[in-house]
């Protein structure tokens, strides 16, 4: 008997998108899928009740704890996570050369106190380097294109950290370019940094590569910033659950074998030059399944990020993994 059809909202990853073109199909899953531009509009749209199942940054996601009842529950499915030592960036006339070097100044934040990206690096730097957020003063803001504030989401701040909003004609690409912000903590790379048009903007680790993979190889965490959310109501169907989750699984499979398969020809379908190597680096340091879904796989990395938004007060208390996951997925 077929499931009735669910909304769903994911971005079109290369790792999903063999559930868009066909390739998995999911029973129970209305088609075709959702996606867009902008992931946060996805977010913005599970949060208005319009998504039963939703790709969802993990912030947002853990922010809806504060409710006296969270609509959300999460499968273990991290679609999109990325290592963020690079995504700092100072004004290269502020005198940061080390991490200790922000403690007193001004720090530019993408979307809102607290984004995925944010969450990560606040944590590490109290972690790795003994700094806290308020130690920094804070403007939130877009990078390269001006962002209201996101009003459809809780947006706690603790006490005894400054955060302002910058004003509606202002990005912090610009202010960073015009040391009005001396650092960034930005998801977004700044245009001017990519085309090199600025001078005097730079990342605080150069070569945030050899920073990323040491902190990996030390803590065995690959950040993840976007789980799968889906509606408790739904949650309760165990069968559902694992076919959600065998589904992405899936999709993820197909494409990690296209990698695999591909490095017998030096993966010659692949654009970007010394690909095979960097695979190469990358399958010694991390093994076959380098993007893993799971609870198991990925509990370590989890508890962090909870701690980490408990610690920064994006949370009133430490959430659990256990409180978060969809429970019959718990055991994967």
Do not use: C
Request: net charge negative.
């Amino acid at each position: 008997m077929m499931r009735a059809p669910h909304r769903m909202g994911v971005y079109r990853y290369e790792h999903t998108e063999p559930l868009f073109d066909g390739r998995v199909d999911i029973d129970g899953v209305d088609k075709p899928l959702v996606s867009a531009d902008l992931i946060s509009d996805l977010f913005r749209e599970a949060a208005g009740g319009g998504l039963d199942i939703a790709e969802y940054g993990l912030t947002y996601f853990v922010r809806t704890f504060e409710q006296d009842d969270s609509p959300f529950l999460a499968l273990p499915i991290f679609p999109n996570r990325n290592f963020r030592h690079s995504a700092l960036f100072v004004n290269a006339d502020a005198g940061i050369d080390h991490p200790s070097g922000l403690v007193g100044k001004v720090v530019g934040e993408f979307a809102l106190w607290g984004h995925d990206p944010g969450v990560w690096m606040k944590g590490v730097l109290h972690d790795e380097y003994g700094i806290s957020p308020d130690q920094m003063s804070w403007v939130i803001g877009g990078t390269d294109h001006p962002i209201p504030s996101f009003d459809w989401i809780p947006q706690p701040v603790p006490e005894g950290v400054d955060v302002r909003h910058a004003g509606p004609d202002q990005t912090l690409a610009e202010m960073l370019e015009r040391g009005e912000v001396d650092a960034l903590l930005s998801v977004d790379v700044p245009r001017a940094f990519l085309d090199g048009t600025s001078h005097r903007i730079r990342r605080l680790f150069p070569d945030h590569r050899t920073v990323e993979r040491d902190y990996y190889e030390r803590t065995g965490i690959f950040p993840m910033m976007h789980a799968i959310a889906v509606r408790r109501e739904l949650a309760a169907d165990a069968a559902f659950m694992r076919d959600l989750y065998a589904g992405f699984d899936e999709a993820k499979t197909i494409v990690q074998k296209q990698y695999l398969e591909g490095a017998s020809k030096q993966h010659m379908s692949v654009i970007t030059p010394w690909f095979s190597d960097l695979f190469a680096s990358n399958r010694a340091l991390f093994g076959d399944d380098w993007w893993p879904y799971g609870t198991s796989a990925n509990r370590t990395a989890l508890d962090t990020f909870l701690r980490y938004s408990h610690e920064q007060g994006l949370t009133r208390r430490r959430l659990q993994v256990e409180e978060i996951i969809v429970p019959a997925l718990l055991d994967t």
